[in-house]
Nanobody, 129 residues
């Protein structure tokens, strides 16, 4: 069973919105900080947003601040979302959901790829101009 599965990617025009979802199952992901990262062709995987297990005080990369919103629902299966508004062509990338077992504080999060233990398979977001 794949613990993290993303969905919701697609092809949109600049200015449009998309909502990505991440389903986390098989572990107690409700206890872990989670985040979204993205990777464009030929580039490193970059931090987008992170949210502590409490859902409080999420953090955003400067490039998406004010346009993207991260949220989570710690139900039977933990769900994490990324609402993306006012999309730009430079937002085009594969978006990955991630979870870290190393950060369990109520307000803990990380923007470092190496802090995350679990990764989804990614979902493609393409924004045309």
């Amino acid at each position: 069973q794949v613990p993290l599965v993303e969905s919701g990617g697609g092809v949109v025009q600049a200015g449009d919105s998309l909502r990505l979802s991440c389903t986390a199952s098989g572990r107690t992901f409700s206890n872990y900080a989670m985040g979204w990262f993205r990777q464009a062709p030929g580039k490193d995987r970059d931090f987008v947003a992170a949210i502590p297990f409490s859902g409080l005080n999420p953090y955003y990369a400067d490039s998406v601040k004010g346009r993207f919103t991260i949220s989570r629902d710690n139900g039977e299966n933990t769900m994490m979302y990324l609402q993306m508004n006012s999309l730009k062509p430079e937002d085009t990338a594969v978006y990955y959901c991630a979870a870290t077992t190393q950060l369990r504080g109520r307000f803990s999060w990380s923007s470092a790829v190496n802090d995350y233990d679990y990764w989804g398979q990614g979902t493609q977001v393409t924004v045309s101009s």
